[in-house]
């Protein structure tokens, strides 16, 4: 075997093992990493039904497209409070801005994309999250994305609850783990 054969089968393991090591290192890590900052809010939405505008807080912006039941293709705006408790009268801490739509043809499913919006005291900045809503699991893991302002650049896991559902009202119980924070 030529010298240059075995140093390149000795590059090529070399790295192997590096790429392994780095794939390795980097679950362990994120395994036994704990969040840097947990809180609970509760989401409070207020579906428009033509006569409830004073008090509704989201509204369907296209019509279902009739190719099964469960609302498939409707799309809801929301620009909803988020209170730490569940009571809907309580002063909101921030605000979830952003969409749903439902998107399965055999249950109701939905697919959610927000911002949370904080501008008090306590916090200025942005929190984005997106997922899969699973509405036929109790608890759904959607994706915290980014951050701005003091949420700069985190990254982190919102479980979703639905804590209530009352005719045109529903509440979902949010508990935010974030596992990247610079602040
Ligand atoms: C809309 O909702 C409000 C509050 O629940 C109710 O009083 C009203 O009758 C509803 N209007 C329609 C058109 O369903
Ligand atoms: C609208 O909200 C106010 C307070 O937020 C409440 O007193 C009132 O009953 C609500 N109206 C309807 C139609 O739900
Ligand atoms: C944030 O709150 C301040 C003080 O209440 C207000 O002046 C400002 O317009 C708010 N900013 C946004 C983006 O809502």
Redesign the pocket.
């Known amino acids: 075997m030529s010298k240059s054969f075995i140093d390149n089968a000795c590059t090529t393991i070399f790295f192997v093992l590096l790429v392994q090591f780095a794939f390795v290192d980097s679950k362990v890590l994120l395994k036994e990493k704990l969040p840097c900052k947990t809180f609970t809010l509760y989401l409070h939405d207020?579906l428009f039904n033509v006569?409830?505008a004073?008090?509704a807080t989201s509204s369907a912006v296209t019509n279902a497209t009739g190719i099964s039941n469960f609302q498939f293709g409707t799309l809801i705006v929301f620009d909803d409070p988020l209170t730490l408790d569940q009571h809907?009268?309580s002063s909101p801490v921030a605000r979830a801005q952003g969409f749903f739509f439902y998107d399965m043809k055999t249950r109701y499913n939905a697919w959610f994309a927000f911002s949370i919006v904080f501008n008090s005291s306590e916090h200025v900045g942005t929190l984005n999250l997106m997922g899969a809503d699973l509405m036929n699991q109790k608890t759904r893991d959607i994706s915290v994305v980014g951050g701005t302002g003091d949420f700069f650049m985190t990254r982190g896991i919102a479980t979703l609850r639905t804590d209530a559902v009352q005719g045109?009202?529903f509440r979902l119980k949010m508990d935010i783990k974030l596992y990247e924070c610079y602040y």
């Open positions: 207020t006569t409830n004073a008090n809907i009268l045109l009202y």
